[in-house]
């Protein structure tokens, strides 16, 4: 990337939506989702977006991480047009510079904790050694290097986020996505989940985003964007302290 273009992008939104629409069909019937919707996120905030089931949420991630396309409107990503960007551009954007952590975890029944994580750093393109050292520094990170020969079925729910947490660090990206990452667990790991996010963003300056309607989490982000009728209805900064500074247990 040229220099100049990079010293103009130095201010510019790790993310920006302007005015966006999706509508899906099904049958004759056209569902509206996101009807010119606009946001902007700062590097190293979590921002929190809630709405009810079905306004789009997941829809948004998936445009805003490049892999669902717009009907109108543009997003850019960390200085990238993703409109403009084809297949294998977009493939290798989300393989770079995003990571992903949903309500079910998403993890091979087969694999350890240490595998899970390992995995996508090979497909990255990274050396062994290195795979290897930064999926240990990602789950000493969410606190589980004690459990990392673990499979799945030998761990708890929010053990398993937070290998799933650790698999997306572990890319070091920019950009994290979480779509509900907290829904299938109690209130203990449900918090824990999201101190560790917001712990994400402020020491690794990533731009976190993540999907909840679960009130108590609020208070954790740095930021709440309410969505409705397929756009950001109101944009807030919770006054409470952000984070409780909570140890992770080890
Ligand atoms: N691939 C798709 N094809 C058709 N309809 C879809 C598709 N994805 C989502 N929808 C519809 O779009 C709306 C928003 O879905 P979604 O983004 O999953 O909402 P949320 O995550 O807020 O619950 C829903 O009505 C859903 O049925
Ligand atoms: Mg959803």
């Given at each position: 990337m040229p220099t100049a273009t990079a010293a103009a992008q130095i201010h510019a939104p790790a993310l920006l939506a302007e005015g966006i629409s999706k509508a899906f069909m099904s049958g004759d019937q056209r569902t509206q989702?996101?009807?010119?919707?606009?946001?902007?996120?700062?590097?190293?905030?979590?921002?929190?977006?809630?709405?009810?089931?079905?306004?789009?949420?997941?829809?948004?991630?998936?445009?805003?991480?490049?892999?669902?396309?717009?009907?109108?409107?543009?997003?850019?990503?960390?200085?990238?047009?993703?409109?403009?960007?084809?297949?294998?551009?977009?493939?290798?954007?989300?393989?770079?510079?995003?990571?992903?952590?949903?309500?079910?975890?998403n993890l091979f029944p087969a694999l350890s904790a240490f595998e899970q994580v390992e995995l996508p750093l090979n497909h990255m393109g990274l050396s062994r050694n290195e795979a290897r050292r930064r999926a240990q520094q990602s789950l000493e990170e969410v606190g589980l290097a004690h459990r990392m020969r673990l499979r799945p079925s030998e761990l708890s729910g929010g053990e398993k986020q937070r290998v799933a947490i650790a698999r997306a660090l572990a890319k070091e990206p920019e950009l994290l996505f979480a779509d509900e990452p907290t829904s299938a667990l109690d209130a203990a790991n449900g918090q824990m989940i999201i101190d560790i996010l917001h712990r994400i963003a402020r020491t690794h300056g990533t731009t976190v985003l993540c999907v909840s309607h679960d009130p108590r989490l609020v208070v954790h982000a740095d930021r709440v964007l309410a969505m409705e009728d397929g756009r950001i209805l109101s944009d807030r900064r919770p006054a409470a302290p952000a984070a409780s500074d909570q140890e992770i247990p080890s």
């Open positions: 989702v996101l009807d010119g919707l606009t946001l902007s996120l700062d590097a190293g905030e979590l921002t929190l977006i809630s709405g009810p089931s079905g306004c789009g949420k997941s829809t948004l991630l998936a445009i805003l991480s490049g892999l669902q396309k717009v009907d109108s409107g543009r997003v850019q990503a960390l200085g990238s047009e993703l409109g403009q960007l084809d297949l294998r551009a977009l493939e290798r954007f989300r393989l770079q510079h995003t990571g992903f952590v949903f309500q079910g975890f």
